[in-house]
């Protein structure tokens, strides 16, 4: 039907082409990562709030970042704390920093892949990935993070390993699990 349709409207193959793109630069890195966009809800960002000190400046990352909604209300939520988001396909990077403009956030966002950040001086680590991914980023916040800095992870366990607490938001059936690292 579609194939119908786009003859019959006579379009551009550049129309394509440039659906293509967009496509490609918003979900390239799948393959590499096996993990999709998962925009994260209200609901989590108050959750993951609650595990933050009033008072006191945390170092927090939202690994994969995405459109940079997280992040820039969790940073309206705690104030007083540093947040990087690192997203590692353009489009949404793109996207999450001229949001972060127009906002005035302090959030800083971060084109690249979150295996080749060092979270060593990070309190908190977010990550709403995927269950393929959760392993290898438990060892590296283990291999990295001080002791008792957190490893948050909305809806997906790190498979073998207990979690610290598992959190639950009033508004929606989704679980978020901590890792506390020693």
Not at 155 to 179: C, M, N, Q, W
Request: charged share 20%; aromatic share 12%; net charge positive.
């Amino acid at each position: 039907l579609a194939i119908w349709l786009a003859l019959k409207l006579d379009l551009t193959p550049s129309l394509f082409f440039g659906g293509f793109l967009i496509f490609a630069l918003m979900y390239w890195s799948v393959f590499l990562t096996q993990v999709p966009y998962y925009p994260s809800s209200d609901s989590a960002c108050d959750v993951v709030a609650e595990l933050i000190d009033h008072e006191k400046s945390s170092e927090i990352i939202e690994i994969g970042s995405g459109l940079g909604g997280f992040s820039m209300r969790l940073a309206k939520l705690r104030p007083k704390s540093r947040y990087l988001g690192i997203e590692i396909a353009p489009l949404p990077f793109l996207i999450s920093l001229i949001r972060s403009k127009y906002q005035r956030s302090a959030v800083r966002f971060r084109l690249g892949n979150y295996e080749k950040v060092d979270l060593a001086h990070f309190n908190l680590v977010f990550a709403y990935l995927s269950p393929a991914a959760m392993p290898k980023l438990y060892e590296q916040c283990k291999a990295q993070m001080k002791a008792g800095s957190i490893l948050v992870s909305h809806e997906f366990i790190v498979p073998g390993v207990e979690p610290s607490a598992i959190l639950k938001s009033d508004r929606h059936s989704k679980i978020t699990y901590t890792y506390q690292m020693v």
